[in-house]
């Protein structure tokens, strides 16, 4: 037993010498010094690494370390010129022309060209990605010069130059299209170039600093590690562990003990969450299609209460679906419906309700229990019951676009222009109007944000925000926040119309 | 000897195949609209068609069947429908990784488990009834709650060990076994309770046999009785029901790979199976049926070695 014992401790010794735990490589010396090794942690592998085909979201980090957009944004979602040097619109908004720099090369080689650039786009608007119809509105992308791109719409657009700057602008060599590792083996102009020996496809992506990047400055490391950390569990465990320099927390149960830890939090309000009113017209549910029936709902519950139990607090009380960067946003409208029980039953009696009314929710098997608990028990105090349907995770979306329900809980992201929370949420061809309702005064303010000058635009999207609030076409609770944590040696800004904060945007303390 | 293997090959081959039949036929058939699953909600009729075109699944089920045995016969199992990798590489490049914590957990099991089976068996009393206590502390508990302890123990309070990750053996031995020791001792957990109970009874069976008597009374060791002889014949049962446990860690590992991040087989295959991605789960059941065969086979091999009688059947 002796000989055991002794080889047992000498393994022990051995394991605590160069056991884990070490963090993961030196920082650099500063920003833009390209050096050093940042580890950052996703929830998701890429669904694909071909530009045509790739998602957004928390996929943007390995979309944006191999590859270059044509345009970039601020941290708050203003446009600033990238691949594309200067831009303008023709005077009704159809054609955008865009002059091209001349000096980017793809890593084998090729030369980026407005001929390029036209191709990528057309592919990716007739690609596999989930947002492919970001350019639906393009009927044609031709190169008029060398460094010249031309973009015909087939009708106005506000939000394309933003979709430009993320994946639909992603620029692919042309020597990569079509290959059969495609979607594997990127070939970008980007900051970074996959390791694909180091790769693990779905768990672990490597990428090394490009050496002939066009724009070094934007380079804070030498090499890029994303690892796919898919439970909080594990995320909280690199974290603690020095294993990972930043991720995006799948949710807000460990704040506390990675504050604890030392982690550094960067908080960010992307999503607004409430209950989405979906029969204004009452073709399912007649109650909803009176206006004092769903203003009584907002009157009925309450925020400061719903964001306390179901988020903990993480996140800010709000009344509009608009975010607070948006032109449409008008913090007087936070305040329009005020909690108040005696209200919601007083106007519920006003629109012949006065014996109480029954509605029918879907109940989703994701998300806390207690929203729908509460949900049930402030609308049943004002006089509605809540029937519930269970609906499966995987059946959520195809239900309510059916649309099966009049009404339902939700979480929806805050974009940062009027014009897609209006195409997203509010006009008649908008994917949450599950009803297709059709809005004559809607219409005409939504044109206007469509083709009207900025401050048109503005006005009409603060005067569309005002009506949606009147009309009580949602509940909406609060802002959640999420959050990013990072180490003590890195530095974050969130992106505001982003759940993953940009490549660029992460960089070495001090 | 070389007929039996043969024979046991032979009924491997057999399982394979109608495993990968069977699942083949529950993937496609089990409904819904596999493009569309793919393509999202969003995407037009036309696309969908086209989709389905590319997949090959506008083609009767027979062909399709045979085209994928075809090629899988020639070692291609096609493509990743998510992510285009090559199935096969998808598979080989994690297999090394899933065997390195499955392997390792058996062999932890078996050395653990004799370890605490010898002691219950020949000490009795008090350590007999720790022992006992132990193996059903060991069924009981679920192998991922121990593995939350042991990281918040023993990676990040003290820095003893990897709390997520693998570090290939190639890159740095000694990395490796710091990354793979803690989901080698979760997985571990469960199989060290069944083993050491099965050896604890079997040693004790032996141990009252005439010829342990005999030994005795020849003047041998207490130890050469109980390790050369009395465990030999012991080893026996105690070895099938290792086969089984290595079966039951393959599932385990799933549960451990994701918690420790683990780029293995099991990983992939939450993911594969959650999108419908067919390929690929036939790959992963293809890969882990041969792994099951295999080792059953050379568990019957070392039984034969352990116990001749065995070996005529």
């Given at each position: 037993?002796?000989?055991v014992?002794?080889?047992?401790?000498?393994?022990?010794?051995?394991?605590?010498?160069?056991?884990?735990?070490?963090?993961s490589?030196?920082a650099?010396?500063?920003?833009?010094?390209?050096?050093?090794t940042?580890?950052?942690?996703?929830?998701v592998?890429?669904t694909?690494?071909?530009?045509?085909?790739a998602?957004?979201?928390?996929?943007?980090?390995?979309?944006?370390?191999?590859?270059?957009?044509?345009?970039?944004?601020?941290?708050?979602?203003?446009?600033?010129?990238?691949?594309?040097?200067?831009?303008s619109?023709n005077?009704?908004?159809?054609?955008?022309?865009?002059?091209?720099?001349?000096?980017?090369?793809?890593?084998d080689?090729?030369?980026?060209?407005?001929?390029?650039?036209?191709?990528?786009?057309?592919?990716?608007?007739?690609?596999?990605?989930a947002n492919k119809?970001?350019?639906?509105?393009?009927?044609?992308a031709?190169?008029t010069?060398?460094?010249?791109?031309?973009?015909t719409?087939?009708?106005?657009?506000?939000a394309?130059?933003t979709?430009?700057a993320?994946n639909a602008?992603?620029?692919?060599?042309?020597?990569?299209?079509g290959?059969?590792?495609?979607?594997?083996?990127?070939?970008?102009s980007?900051?970074?170039?996959?390791d694909?020996?180091?790769t693990?496809?779905g768990?672990?992506?490597?990428?090394t600093?490009?050496?002939?990047?066009?724009a070094k400055d934007?380079?804070?490391y030498?090499?890029v590690?994303?690892?796919?950390y898919?439970?909080?569990?594990?995320?909280?465990?690199?974290l603690?562990?020095?294993?990972?320099?930043?991720?995006?927390l799948a949710?807000?149960?460990?704040?506390?003990?990675?504050?604890a830890?030392g982690?550094q939090?960067?908080?960010?309000?992307l999503?607004?969450t409430?209950?989405?009113l979906?029969?204004r017209e009452?073709?399912?549910?007649?109650?909803?299609?009176?206006?004092?029936?769903?203003?009584?709902?907002?009157?009925?519950?309450?925020?400061?209460?719903?964001?306390?139990?179901?988020?903990?607090?993480?996140?800010?009380?709000?009344?509009?679906?608009?975010?607070?960067?948006?032109?449409?946003?008008?913090?007087?409208?936070?305040?329009?419906?005020?909690?108040?029980?005696?209200?919601?039953?007083q106007?519920?009696?006003?629109?012949?309700?006065?014996?109480?009314l029954?509605?029918?929710?879907?109940?989703f098997?994701?998300?806390?229990?207690?929203?729908?608990?509460?949900?049930?028990?402030?609308?049943g105090?004002a006089?509605?019951?809540?029937?519930?349907?269970?609906?499966a995770a995987?059946?959520?979306?195809?239900?309510?676009?059916?649309?099966?329900?009049?009404?339902?809980?939700?979480?929806?992201?805050?974009?940062p222009t009027?014009?897609?929370?209006?195409?997203?949420?509010?006009?008649?061809?908008?994917?949450?109007?599950?009803?297709?309702?059709?809005?004559?005064?809607?219409?005409?303010?939504?044109?206007?944000?469509?083709t009207?000058s900025?401050e048109?635009?503005?006005?009409?999207?603060?005067?569309?925000?005002?009506?949606?609030?009147?009309?009580?076409?949602?509940?909406?609770?609060y802002?959640?926040?999420?959050?990013f944590?990072?180490?003590?040696?890195?530095?974050?800004?969130?992106?505001?119309?982003?759940a993953?904060?940009?490549?660029?945007?992460?960089?070495?303390?001090? | 000897?070389?007929?039996?293997?043969?024979?046991?090959l032979?009924?491997?081959?057999?399982?394979v195949?109608?495993l990968?039949?069977?699942?083949?036929?529950l993937?496609?058939?089990?409904?819904?609209?596999?493009?569309?699953?793919?393509?999202?909600?969003?995407?037009?009729?036309?696309?969908v068609?086209?989709?389905?075109?590319?997949?090959?699944?506008d083609?009767?089920?027979?062909?399709?069947?045979?085209?994928?045995v075809?090629?899988?016969?020639?070692?291609?199992?096609?493509?990743?429908?998510f992510?285009?990798q090559?199935?096969?590489?998808?598979?080989s490049?994690?297999?090394?990784v899933?065997?390195?914590?499955?392997?390792?957990?058996?062999?932890?099991?078996?050395?653990?488990?004799?370890?605490?089976?010898?002691?219950?068996?020949?000490?009795?009393?008090?350590?007999?009834?720790?022992?006992?206590?132990?193996?059903?502390?060991?069924?009981?508990?679920?192998?991922?709650?121990?593995?939350?302890?042991?990281?918040?123990?023993f990676?990040?309070?003290i820095?003893?060990f990897?709390?997520t990750?693998?570090?290939?053996?190639?890159?740095?031995?000694?990395?490796?076994l710091?990354?793979i020791?803690?989901?080698?001792?979760?997985?571990?957990?469960?199989?060290?309770a069944?083993?050491?109970?099965q050896?604890?009874?079997?040693?004790?069976?032996?141990?009252?046999?005439?010829y342990?008597?005999?030994?005795?009374?020849?003047?041998?060791?207490?130890?050469?009785v109980?390790?050369?002889?009395?465990?030999?014949?012991?080893?026996?049962?105690?070895l099938?029901?290792?086969a089984?446990?290595?079966?039951?860690?393959?599932g385990?590992a799933?549960?451990?790979?994701q918690i420790?991040?683990?780029?293995?087989?099991?990983?992939?295959?939450?993911?594969?199976?959650?999108q419908?991605?067919?390929?690929?789960?036939?790959g992963?059941?293809?890969?882990i049926?041969?792994?099951?065969?295999?080792?059953n086979?050379a568990?019957?091999?070392?039984?034969?070695?352990?116990?001749?009688?065995?070996?005529?059947?």
């Amino acid at each position: 037993m002796g000989t055991v014992a002794a080889a047992a401790a000498a393994l022990v010794v051995t394991l605590a010498a160069c056991g884990g735990g070490s963090s993961s490589g030196s920082a650099g010396a500063g920003a833009g010094t390209g050096t050093g090794t940042l580890t950052l942690g996703a929830l998701v592998p890429p669904t694909s690494l071909a530009a045509a085909g790739a998602n957004w979201a928390n996929e943007a980090p390995y979309i944006q370390a191999v590859y270059d957009s044509l345009l970039h944004e601020t941290p708050d979602a203003k446009i600033l010129p990238w691949l594309a040097t200067t831009w303008s619109y023709n005077a009704d908004k159809t054609v955008l022309t865009m002059k091209l720099r001349t000096d980017v090369k793809f890593t084998d080689g090729e030369a980026f060209t407005a001929d390029v650039a036209a191709k990528n786009l057309l592919r990716f608007r007739d690609g596999t990605s989930a947002n492919k119809s970001f350019l639906a509105n393009v009927k044609g992308a031709t190169a008029t010069a060398p460094d010249t791109l031309q973009i015909t719409l087939t009708q106005p657009d506000p939000a394309l130059l933003t979709y430009l700057a993320q994946n639909a602008g992603a620029m692919e060599s042309p020597k990569a299209f079509g290959a059969a590792d495609e979607k594997t083996k990127p070939v970008g102009s980007g900051p970074y170039i996959l390791d694909t020996g180091k790769t693990v496809v779905g768990s672990k992506y490597v990428f090394t600093k490009n050496p002939t990047y066009w724009a070094k400055d934007q380079q804070h490391y030498g090499t890029v590690v994303i690892n796919v950390y898919s439970t909080i569990a594990t995320q909280v465990n690199a974290l603690r562990g020095g294993q990972v320099s930043g991720l995006n927390l799948a949710d807000n149960s460990a704040n506390d003990q990675l504050k604890a830890a030392g982690i550094q939090l960067f908080p960010h309000e992307l999503d607004w969450t409430g209950l989405i009113l979906f029969d204004r017209e009452g073709k399912m549910n007649p109650a909803l299609g009176n206006v004092k029936v769903r203003q009584a709902i907002n009157y009925a519950i309450d925020r400061d209460a719903m964001l306390k139990a179901v988020d903990k607090g993480n996140g800010t009380v709000t009344g509009q679906i608009f975010g607070t960067n948006s032109p449409a946003y008008d913090p007087a409208l936070d305040t329009a419906y005020p909690y108040d029980k005696a209200k919601a039953k007083q106007l519920l009696a006003e629109a012949g309700y006065g014996s109480g009314l029954t509605i029918t929710l879907p109940q989703f098997n994701f998300g806390a229990t207690t929203v729908f608990d509460l949900v049930k028990q402030y609308l049943g105090d004002a006089g509605i019951t809540v029937k519930y349907e269970q609906v499966a995770a995987n059946d959520a979306i195809a239900a309510i676009l059916a649309p099966k329900y009049g009404a339902s809980w939700f979480r929806l992201q805050q974009d940062p222009t009027p014009w897609q929370v209006a195409n997203f949420e509010i006009s008649s061809t908008a994917t949450f109007n599950v009803f297709h309702i059709k809005d004559p005064k809607v219409d005409g303010l939504i044109k206007k944000i469509q083709t009207g000058s900025d401050e048109e635009a503005g006005t009409a999207a603060k005067e569309l925000n005002k009506y949606v609030v009147d009309q009580a076409w949602f509940n909406p609770w609060y802002r959640v926040a999420g959050n990013f944590a990072a180490d003590k040696k890195t530095d974050v800004v969130q992106q505001s119309d982003n759940a993953y904060p940009y490549l660029w945007n992460i960089t070495p303390k001090g | 000897m070389f007929r039996f293997v043969l024979r046991r090959l032979g009924a491997g081959v057999v399982l394979v195949a109608v495993l990968s039949t069977l699942t083949f036929l529950l993937l496609y058939l089990s409904g819904g609209n596999i493009a569309r699953r793919i393509l999202g909600q969003q995407a037009t009729e036309d696309t969908v068609l086209q989709k389905k075109h590319e997949l090959g699944l506008d083609r009767p089920l027979l062909t399709r069947f045979g085209d994928w045995v075809s090629h899988a016969a020639h070692g291609n199992l096609g493509d990743s429908w998510f992510t285009g990798q090559p199935v096969s590489d998808a598979i080989s490049s994690r297999l090394a990784v899933t065997l390195s914590l499955v392997i390792g957990a058996t062999v932890v099991s078996a050395v653990v488990a004799v370890v605490l089976g010898v002691v219950a068996a020949t000490r009795r009393g008090w350590a007999d009834r720790l022992v006992q206590f132990l193996s059903v502390l060991g069924f009981a508990i679920p192998g991922f709650l121990v593995a939350i302890g042991l990281v918040t123990l023993f990676a990040i309070k003290i820095h003893l060990f990897k709390p997520t990750g693998y570090v290939q053996f190639g890159e740095s031995p000694t990395q490796w076994l710091s990354s793979i020791a803690l989901p080698v001792i979760a997985l571990s957990v469960g199989g060290i309770a069944g083993v050491a109970a099965q050896i604890r009874g079997s040693l004790l069976d032996a141990l009252r046999q005439d010829y342990v008597r005999t030994l005795r009374s020849r003047g041998l060791s207490e130890r050469r009785v109980v390790y050369k002889h009395a465990l030999r014949n012991a080893a026996g049962p105690a070895l099938s029901v290792l086969a089984i446990q290595f079966v039951g860690l393959l599932g385990g590992a799933v549960i451990v790979e994701q918690i420790f991040a683990i780029p293995g087989l099991g990983q992939v295959a939450v993911g594969a199976t959650g999108q419908g991605d067919i390929p690929l789960v036939m790959g992963l059941v293809l890969a882990i049926a041969v792994i099951v065969v295999v080792v059953n086979l050379a568990v019957d091999l070392l039984q034969g070695w352990l116990n001749p009688k065995v070996r005529v059947s």
